[in-house]
Structures are given as structure tokens and as C-alpha cells.
């Protein structure tokens, strides 16, 4: 029923000269810098002792043939979580000025054996027990099945990138109630506290790695703020940096008790902070109910953990109803989580839930939506991972609505129903950093899609967030990595990642750390084919194709608003104007009401005739199951330009062959509920 149109994709085309510049170089030899024998991608300075990279060869620099740049999409990464949660649930750091020893070391409750590190066995089950010796021996951590140790050092990351990587979103995450209610803490739980924080040390990382290159801006870790910035540095074959959030209760949005803790006023105070420290992308929700969505579930005993700090934080547990749509939630976990299950009040236990009823029964909130149409006026990208069904789909009709290509599903928290109308929009979708069967499986289930719509795909490995990563296939696999490989573009060579006296192989330690992500990749090629390949060498063009339209997108004039309107009937209340005016006045807090009968219409006069293309009708409650949009150059001929017998009430986007009118009527044929329709309101455009 809502059919947006997909916006114009920006596409950078080879010009005439720039062919005969690229002849004129091929036929001169190298450029001077390598004539000259200047390995600009090795640092004069890397600090000794230090982890090894073991990737030969250049980068690959500048576009391909058609204009696009190339390379690889980490859309979700946590690059500073050990800053968050307290300070003490990721143990060590992705980067130290003095030195490695005192980066990749564990948390101190962790020695002599593991035996305190609790947020592993909440999580895992077993008794957490591990040797906490880091640098040199790395015995027992990192590790694919680990989610409380460092997994991305920096020179872990550099070995990324030298494999092919281009962009990195690093998400600053937090989450207030883990925070207050694990044992082990060296700061205060306030969400942006570590935010800022997060922000600071991230500049911090980047002027690190470009003093190894000999100052400001010499680096391979660049942050970005706008595409263009992220274009020029991936045409320099260095690694486009993003900032994004994902936190619970972002803003102060929490809510106790259905009751919302923040206001209008903080979202758009947190949004221009934000904005200001460079983020441009974020979760509106994330694991708990909030006030401004609800969530998409955990489950296992990971979910039962997040369901209790859900209790803890907002009062409620996860409520659940029957789904209305082929999209489903995750199954709530179920499984035992004792440790996390002692902090409930006596007498207070995780309830139990229908197996047939897998949908969160919290959407997006009127909260929500102002928070999100603010993202939108500051051009910023949504992140729809995490968001329940319910929410998801009013998000997407909103983005719809207004042709609004800056929506990410970075780390297949999203049901895989919603990808087409995710990539009709504009927007990017990466997969989860699942092992390369699992990954390749879900990427042939999309392939179709990304072929009919011409973009690339990315994958997001949740590093140093709260998950595991691919466990090991086996050195007797009939088809292992094979070292050294070349990288994915050909240009590189790749050999085994040795870190102090530890070497690491993907057949038999699995996606431990980022410096594996090579070795990953080429696994997934062995696995799944180079076409599964290709398509993620094509990420970083889809991803600035989204971030730009995004920047550059002009939301269209309603013809509607402010317009006479009239109606067959308007609901009469002492207290509240229900006329057809309201429909029509710019404000989604007020709304037109018609008396409780199926035959009832609202009519809109634009002033003069226009070219029409689109109606948006903004339901109530009382919707219209239904009706149909009719057009008009004289109020009294009229023509039907769309019609539909199974609306479901949200937000519906009428699109249709545009067409000169005057004026447009909304007929209801049949209501959906007992009561008439019931319009917020009514913005007509011209495409």
C-alpha cells in the first residue's frame, strides 16, 4: 500500500578528462611518491614492542572505472565500549600512550583465574574462568566466545583496513542500568557522560596513529563528519571513520512506569550535542523499552539477563502480542539467568511468555516520533537494529512519507521482511559478523535485492559490544584459509597476525579480534564465492550513496497545509475542536474526527491547481480500512487516483501517476473500527 519512490542514488561518473589524465599517468609510469619508494601507508614511528600487521603490499587507493570508491563496511563497531558500562565490562583498551602491555591487559577483578568475571557467566553460563594475562601470551583472550576483552587494539583495526576495509562506524555505546547494577565500576553511569567521553578518545585514537605518520592528518584513521570528507579520504585509501550512538535511554528518554522521563525540549538539546560532536548516525532504542520506542527482543539467557535490567530500569517486563504482519521479534529468552534474576525484588520473577505471540506490544511513541523527524531535520541517519516490529514499521512509513533515503540496518537486528522497503528508500543494510556459512546463507537470501536495486552490502561486527563472534571451522575443514592469501582487491598479500608470542589463525581461533576481519573475509570467498565477496567490496559506495542522499535530501512542500478544508461530518466536543481544519494545520497534535459512520469524506481546497503526486494520511486510532483519493480541477468532476480495501491505520502513503488538481478528497468506504475516520493529518505533494 505504501509504494515511496526510491530517490535519484548519487553516482560519481569518470569524466572525459579524467580518462585521458588516467592515460597520461599510465603512460608517464608511477606517480613520484612511488617512484620515489615512499610506503606512505607505514609509519615512521610505530612503537616498539607492538602487535605485528602482516599485511605486504599498497592499499588500493582512489575509484574504479565507473567513478565509485571501493571497499569494505564495518557499520557497527564499538571501538571505545571499554569506557562504558562503568569502565570495568570490556577489560582493556584499543590504544595506550604507554604502550601495549598496558592496552591489551584485563580487568583487574579478572586475576588470578577469572573467577569474578561475573558479566561472563550471566551471559555464557560456566564459572567465567580464564588466564587474565594479556600481552605477550594472550592464552586464553581474546576470543571469539569472549564479551568481556579488548577486540579492537588499533593495530588490529590498521590490519583491517590494509585488508580492504574503508569505513568504520564506531557506535558510542552505553547503558545506565548495566552500569548501576554491575558489581565492578570506576565512574558514574550517566549515559552522556561516556558518550563525550567515547567522542574525546576516539580524537584521542586518531592523533595517536598520526603521530606514528609525522602529525595532524597523516594518519590512516580518519574521522569523518560528511560524505564528501569520507570520499576524499577513501580516494586516499585510508579508513572513513563515523561516529553513531547506541544507547537505552538515549537524551534521559527512559520511562518508569509508562511514564516518559525526558521532554520535547531534551531530545532536541541531546540532538544538537550530538550533531555537535560529530555523531550522524544513532538507535532510538536499544535492549530496554523506552521512552521513545519499544525494542526487538534477546533471548537465550542473554535475554532473561536484558528482560531483569528491563524490570530494574522501567518497572515493566517485556509485554508481548500476537504479530499482525509477517515481521516477528526475537523469541524473548527464556533460558535461566541466575545471577542477573537475584537482583528482582522478593517475590518478583521473569514472567513466562506465548510462543505465538512474538511481537513487542510498545511501537514508536509520539516522542519517538519528534526525536526522529529531529534526526531527519539535521540530516542524520537512522538506525533501525534494535526497534520492535511495531516501531520499525511506523519509522518506515514516516521515512516514506517524506522520501527520506538515511535509514542503516547495520547488524541484522532488523527482520529480514523489511529489506526491500529499507533498500527502496535508499538506505544500507549490513549483516551480522556471522561465521561465513551463516553469512553467506543470508546474503544469497538478499542477493536478488541488492542486484535489482544496484548496491553493495556491509557487515557489522558488533565488536566489544555484547556478542560472540564466528567460532573456528577447523584446520581439517576440506576447504581452510590457506597462508599467505591475497587480500580481496588483489593488491595485498596476508599472512598469519602474530600479537606479542601469539599467532592467530582463523581455522582454528575463529574472528577473535578486528585484525582477523581479513582472514574472514576470505573465508566467506571460500565458503560463499566471490560474488558474495564483491558485493561487500561495493559497501562503501552504497554507504556514502546513503549518507549523501541523506545530506542532501529537501523534504517537499505540503500543498495541503494551511488549506481550506471541508468534511461530510465532524465529531462534536465541548472541550475539543474536531474540524476538518485540524487535518490541515500542521500540528500531529490536533485532528479531524467524522461522525461514526462507514460513507464519510474529507475534501481539501490547495487554493489553485497543482501537480499532484502523493497523499499522506496520518490516521488516528479510528481508521479507515477502506477508501479511496479522489482529485478534482472544479470540486464538483471527480477522479479516482488511488484506492485500497485493507488499510491498516499508521501513517499511509498514497503514491500515484502525477496529475493536475485543485482539489482532493479523502472518501471513507468502510471504517476499521467502531468509531468514524480520524485524521492527524493530511500533507499532499507534488511527487
Known amino acids: ?97 604507554a604502550g601495549v602491555a598496558d592496552a591489551l591487559k584485563d580487568c583487574p577483578e579478572h586475576y588470578p583465574d577469572g573467577t569474578l568475571a561475573v558479566f561472563d557467566y550471566i551471559t555464557h553460563g560456566g564459572d567465567g574462568r580464564h588466564d587474565p594475562t594479556g600481552w605477550p601470551t594472550f592464552k586464553d583472550w581474546p576470543a571469539y566466545d569472549s564479551m568481556t576483552h579488548q577486540a579492537d587494539y588499533y593495530a588490529w583495526i590498521e590490519r583491517a583496513w590494509r585488508g580492504g576495509q574503508r569505513v568504520l562506524v564506531n557506535d558510542l555505546v552505553t547503558n545506565g542500568m548495566i552500569c548501576s547494577v554491575y558489581f565492578f565500576k570506576d565512574r558514574g553511569c550517566d549515559e552522556m557522560t561516556s558518550i563525550r567521553l567515547q567522542v574525546k578518545l576516539t580524537y584521542d585514537m586518531q592523533d595517536f596513529i598520526d603521530t606514528m605518520y609525522g602529525g595532524p592528518g597523516k594518519g590512516w584513521f580518519r574521522i569523518v563528519t560528511d560524505s564528501a570528507q569520507a570520499r576524499q579520504v577513501i580516494e586516499q585509501g585510508k579508513l572513513a571513520v563515523v561516529l553513531g550512538v547506541e544507547t537505552s535511554e538515549p537524551f534521559g528518554c527512559k520511562q518508569i512506569l509508562d511514564i516518559a522521563q525526558c521532554s520535547r525540549a531534551d531530545i532536541d538539546k541531546g540532538l544538537d550535542e550530538l550533531y555537535a560532536l560529530g555523531v550522524r548516525s544513532m538507535f532510538l532504542c536499544h535492549k530496554f523499552d523506552n521512552a521513545l520506542c519499544g525494542v526487538r527482543f534477546d533471548s537465550g539467557g542473554l535475554g532473561t539477563a536484558i528482560n531483569v535490567g528491563q524490570f530494574l530500569s522501567t518497572g515493566t517486563f517485556w509485554q508481548t502480542e500476537k504479530c499482525t504482519g509477517p515481521q516477528k521479534d526475537n523469541p524473548i529468552g527464556l533460558t535461566a539467568a541466575t545471577q542477573a534474576e537475584q537482583a528482582l525484588p522478593a517475590g518478583v520473577e521473569v514472567p513466562a511468555y506465548d510462543d505465538g505471540a512474538r511481537c513487542n506490544v510498545r511501537g514508536l511513541t509520539g516522542l519517538g516520533e519528534y526525536a526522529l523527524r529531529g534526526m531527519m531535520k539535521r540530516k542524520m541517519m537512522v538506525e533501525i537494529d534494535h526497534m520492535s516490529v511495531k516501531a520499525t514499521g511506523r519509522v518506515l512509513d514516516i521515512l516514506e512519507a517524506e522520501s527520506y533515503p538515511g535509514v542503516i540496518s547495520s547488524h541484522s537486528w532488523m527482520d529480514l521482511n523489511w529489506t526491500e522497503r529499507v533498500y527502496r528508500l535508499g538506505g544500507f543494510v549490513a549483516q551480522y559478523m556471522h561465521g561465513s556459512e551463516g553469512f553467506t546463507a543470508e546474503a544469497r537470501r538478499t542477493e536478488a535485492l541488492r542486484d535489482k536495486y544496484g548496491v553493495g552490502y556491509g557487515y557489522g561486527t558488533d565488536f566489544n559490544g555484547i556478542g560472540d563472534h564466528p567460532a573456528p571451522r577447523g584446520a581439517g575443514t576440506t576447504n581452510p584459509v590457506t597462508y599467505p592469501f591475497r587480500s580481496a582487491d588483489g593488491g595485498s598479500v596476508v599472512d598469519r597476525l602474530t600479537t606479542g608470542q601469539r599467532t592467530w589463525d582463523i581455522n582454528t581461533d575463529g574472528a577473535a579480534h578486528a585484525g582477523l576481519i581479513p582472514d574472514w573475509i576470505e573465508d566467506i570467498r571460500l565458503v560463499g564465492g566471490q560474488d558474495v565477496v564483491d558485493d561487500l567490496l561495493r559497501g562503501a559506495e552504497s554507504y556514502l550513496d546513503t549518507w549523501g542522499g541523506t545530506e542532501h535530501h529537501q523534504a517537499a512542500a505540503n500543498l495541503a497545509r494551511g488549506a481550506a478544508a471541508t468534511a461530510s461530518s465532524a465529531e462534536w466536543n465541548p472541550f475539543t475542536s474536531y474540524a476538518p481544519g485540524r487535518a490541515v494545520d500542521g500540528d500531529r497534535g490536533t485532528r479531524w474526527a467524522s461522525g461514526w459512520s462507514d460513507d464519510q469524506w474529507l475534501r481539501v481546497d490547495l487554493g489553485a491547481t497543482h501537480r499532484v503526486g502523493s497523499v499522506t494520511l496520518d490516521w488516528e486510532r479510528a481508521y479507515g480500512r477502506s477508501y479511496r483519493i479522489d482529485v478534482s480541477t472544479d470540486g464538483t468532476t471527480w477522479r479516482t487516483v488511488w484506492s485500497t480495501t485493507t488499510g491498516d491505520g499508521g501513517l499511509d502513503t498514497a503514491r500515484f501517476p502525477g496529475t493536475t488538481a485543485r482539489y482532493i478528497r479523502v472518501q471513507g468506504l468502510a471504517r476499521g473500527t467502531d468509531w468514524g475516520y480520524s485524521l492527524h493529518e493530511v500533507s499532499v505533494h507534488s511527487d
Open 1 to 97: 500500500m505504501n509504494q515511496a519512490g526510491r530517490p535519484y542514488r548519487r553516482r560519481r561518473h569518470v569524466t572525459i578528462t579524467s580518462l585521458l589524465l588516467l592515460v597520461l599517468a599510465m603512460v608517464l609510469g608511477p606517480a613520484p611518491s612511488s617512484a620515489a619508494g615512499t610506503d606512505w601507508w607505514t609509519p615512521t614511528a610505530r612503537p616498539a614492542p607492538d602487535s605485528g600487521i602482516d599485511v605486504t603490499g599498497e592499499p588500493f587507493t582512489g575509484t574504479d572505472a565507473t567513478g565509485d570508491v571501493r571497499g569494505f563496511v564495518d557499520a557497527h563497531n564499538h571501538l571505545m565500549s571499554n569506557e562504558a558500562f562503568g569502565g570495568r565490562l570490556i577489560c582493556g583498551r584499543p590504544f595506550s600512550t
